[in-house]
């Protein structure tokens, strides 16, 4: 179980808090928080749902106001192993919190996550039907909404190509609303030539761009493979050509207005949308 330990600061340059510090800095904490084997967990909704995954905190950072509902969390939670877990609990001020982690903090807690080892991809596809693969994706908002349509329309698994964003990443995470805790995900590489794994483990690979050789995604649904794996591009410049070369299928979503594409954290929830299981749940 968990033993959450208050103690209180006072100083902002507290070395204890290192964890926190800068926690807008994208380019600083997506090399850190890796190197460093944590993720940040933001406001007590997400920490509830790292904790239900069995992801045990390094410390946790908060207002005095929101002291009570996170002891509550914290208390009987699993450790992830037999042996107690020591958890500091910080708590300082608000203007503290802001001038520590950079940004007003006004969702409940940070806490510091150790992070869980991935896992193999052979792993995340066993007894799947339908996987999304993010292909490059740069925006951790877009990774965090993709996960959330996975997660709400009955994606089985998330593959993340080397390049794409860390589906780990506080904003990531935080946009998921912690459903990236939910959906089973890893990193599939070297990328593309993991569409020949994803061939081999039975699925139809449909990489979804603008090609003259596409077929409408209603076209898929109404042919819908019994395994499929939805391949979605980076912002702007879409899938990698090789990656569309190498799909057994390419599949364009139908616009109207003049509009050729969608954002891709849009087409993300069109596409898992339209091929739904057909017994989801209400």
């Known amino acids: 179980m968990l033993i959450p330990r208050v103690l209180p600061v006072a100083d902002v340059a507290d070395e204890r808090l290192a964890d926190y510090v800068s926690l807008t800095d994208v380019a600083l904490r997506s090399r850190h928080e890796p190197a460093a084997g944590l993720y940040i ?54 203007p503290a919190l802001e001038a520590i982690a950079g940004f007003h903090v006004h969702r409940g807690a940070l806490a510091a996550m150790h992070r869980p080892a991935l896992p193999a991809v052979s792993e ?61 995900w890893t990193r599939i590489e070297p990328w593309p030539a993991g569409v020949d794994v994803l061939r081999g483990a039975g699925f139809a690979v449909a990489a979804l761009a603008l090609s003259d050789e596409a077929i409408s995604l209603d076209e898929l649904v109404a042919h819908l493979p019994p395994r499929l794996a939805l391949v979605l591009g980076a912002e702007g410049d879409g899938l990698k050509p090789r990656t569309v070369a190498s799909a057994d299928l390419v599949v ?31």
């Open 124 to 184: 995340v596809l066993a007894g799947a039907r339908r996987v999304a693969v993010l292909e490059d994706l740069v925006d951790h908002t877009n990774v965090g909404a993709a996960f959330r349509s996975a997660a709400a329309l009955g994606v089985d698994a998330v593959l993340v190509t080397p390049r794409c964003a860390d589906p780990l990443y506080r904003r990531s995470v935080r946009v998921s609303m912690g459903t990236v805790f939910q959906v089973p």
């Open 252 to 282: 364009r979503i139908p616009m109207f207005g003049g509009v050729d594409s969608l954002n891709v954290a849009a087409a993300a929830a069109v596409a898992c949308w339209a091929t739904r299981p057909p017994a989801a749940p209400g």
């Open 41 to 94: 967990a933001e406001s007590s909704t997400v920490l509830s749902r790292a904790l239900a995954a069995g992801h045990v905190p390094r410390s946790v950072l908060l207002a005095p106001r929101w002291l009570p509902d996170v002891l509550a969390l914290l208390a009987g939670a699993p450790a992830g192993g037999d042996a107690p877990v020591d958890v500091p609990v910080y708590v300082a001020d608000e």
